[in-house]
């Protein structure tokens, strides 16, 4: 029949779905682990057993500990360069940047997972320098992003605009922490990370995050 997906077409998408599968258990696995063990007492084996899989399996997900606490930095910045490619014509730079984090801005940045990163930022020096690392890389690419749709942006101007975007974000978010098991707050806290961003940008009147 026409319209019917085929036997490979399903067979492609079970097993899309059980790699998604794997990499979450792998995540809250080693989230956990981290958490109740501390980072160096955690090895690559016991966070594959603790998701029940091999160790080799692990390194089909991810290639180190300190990468798997930072499983969506890659779709961050992809959300970023999504924006701007979807730029409208009276969209400033730091408009496009702060749309790009209210869609963001939601339970991910705020996480569980997002505060062991932040405690283990400031103990671990792996932790910390691929941090540094994806910071670095990411500021570049939406630099260069940003001078490409806009050729009137100072490519110094655009690397400082960058850089206060994500140190702000970035810093905003460490200073919410304390604030994430406030589930009374919680609700409040995506607006909170936006205001604070776009008022350090400069950006007044800005629109309330959509949700």
């Keep these: ?45 016991d966070i594959a057993a603790a998701a029940e899989v091999a160790t080799r399996t692990f390194f089909s997900y991810f290639e180190s500990k300190e990468q ?32 790009a984090l209210r869609d963001a801005a939601g339970d991910d940045m705020l996480s569980p997972l997002a505060q062991l990163r932040l405690r283990l930022i400031a103990d671990v020096p792996a932790v910390q320098g691929r941090a540094l690392r994806l910071q670095l890389q990411a500021q570049a690419d939406i630099s260069t992003a940003l001078v490409a749709a806009y050729p009137d942006l100072d490519p110094v101007e655009a690397a400082a605009l960058v850089g206060a975007f994500i140190g702000g974000a970035a810093a905003a978010v460490a200073a ?27 950006v007044a009147a800005a629109p309330p995050p959509e949700g």
């Design 176 to 202: 919410l922490a304390p604030e994430s098991g406030n589930a009374a707050r919680n609700d409040v806290m995506p607006r909170r990370l936006y205001d604070a961003v776009a008022s350090a940008l400069g």
């Design 68 to 99: 798997l606490l930072f499983p969506e930095s890659d779709a961050r910045v992809e959300a970023a360069l999504a924006a701007i490619r979807t730029r409208r014509p009276d969209e400033r730079p730091a408009d496009v940047l702060l749309r």
């Design 1 to 45: 029949m026409t319209g019917m997906p085929s036997s490979a077409g399903r067979d492609s998408s079970l097993r899309e779905r059980k790699r998604l599968r794997t990499r979450a258990a792998l995540i809250e696995a080693g989230r956990r682990l981290f958490d109740e063990r501390g980072y160096h007492h955690t090895t690559v084996a």
